[in-house]
């Protein structure tokens, strides 16, 4: 069976929003706008949705960002994969201490690290899997134990570094946030809202700090400076030059994060994207990440 081929940009959602829209509908609109990969964030252990869009599908790779260790035990995840067409992938992360259970996060490394042996001891087949990382210990811990990363709110100057801390050779993605329609403010607005969820955790803080960023830039949701860094658009050449500007850094794929005012995935967006930007869709003749 080959492995997944997750290509140079798929689009990024959580599965409470694919679920909304249909997750074979949304799905089958990834595709059909010349996608290559769907990342569903928020899986909450639930990999069998994974297979649900590869039946869906013909060629899209299902992929987790990231499912957290603390929601799906190695050994579980090991026995329930069903990767029945050769195309799903799996993020793997420690998430954040408030996630886990009470005094069971110590040394994330180890913590990591022990998952993945788990994980490769249990699986009766190997299981393409990346891990979500920012920081230099997981990146290197990813391109040594892993296929790669995927790593999110970073700007390209942090990529080039991420990208010398996982190796040359590592798959990297990175999540690359963008708003297609309305105006400065409006991206500044839907950036805001969507970076609300991050901002307060002091895993992504410190890793925006190693940026440049400081508390003044995490205050009111985030400063103008901070959402510019972090959000592209809704200008199409602005848009592209982000995505340029990542892949220049080392970037293998960019799990593109369309933000919108609605509750579901923004599949007409997708769409509409594919077509302002051919530019940003590829053929399955793509990056393995084994």
Avoid at 4 to 16: D, E, N
Avoid at 88 to 104: D, E, I, K, Q
């Amino acid at each position: 069976m080959p492995p997944a081929l997750p290509g140079s940009v798929g689009v990024f959602t959580s599965l409470a929003r694919a679920r909304r829209s249909g997750l074979a509908d949304t799905a089958r609109a990834a595709e059909a706008a010349s996608f290559r990969t769907l990342w569903l964030a928020d899986v909450r252990g639930d990999t069998a949705s994974l297979t649900e869009v590869t039946t869906a599908t013909t060629e899209l790779v299902a992929a987790t960002a990231v499912l957290s260790i603390w929601d799906l035990a190695a050994a579980d995840l090991a026995r329930t994969w069903n990767d029945p067409h050769g195309r799903m992938m799996l993020g793997v992360g420690v998430s954040h201490p408030s996630m886990a259970p009470a005094g069971r996060y110590r040394n994330p490394l180890a913590l990591l690290e022990n998952y993945l042996e788990i994980l490769e001891q249990s699986s009766p087949q190997p299981i393409p899997c990346v891990v979500g990382a920012n920081g230099p210990k997981m990146l290197e811990l990813a391109g040594r134990r892993a296929a790669g990363a995927i790593t999110q709110l970073v700007t390209p100057e942090r990529t080039a570094r991420q990208r010398a801390w996982l190796g040359p050779t590592a798959f990297l993605a990175t999540e690359v946030k963008v708003v297609t329609t309305g105006d400065a403010a409006d991206r500044r607005r839907l950036g805001r809202a969507n970076l609300a969820n991050y901002l307060s955790l002091p895993g992504y803080q410190k890793n925006l700090r190693a940026m440049g960023f400081d508390d003044r830039d995490f205050a009111d949701g985030g400063s103008d400076r901070l959402v510019d860094a972090l959000v592209a658009g809704p200008d199409p050449d602005q848009i592209t030059e982000r995505m340029t500007q990542q892949r220049d850094a080392g970037a293998d794929h960019l799990a593109l994060h369309v933000l919108s005012d609605s509750d579901a995935a923004p599949v007409s967006l997708w769409t509409g994207l594919a077509l302002e930007l051919p530019v940003v869709t590829d053929t399955p003749a793509a990056t393995d990440p084994n």
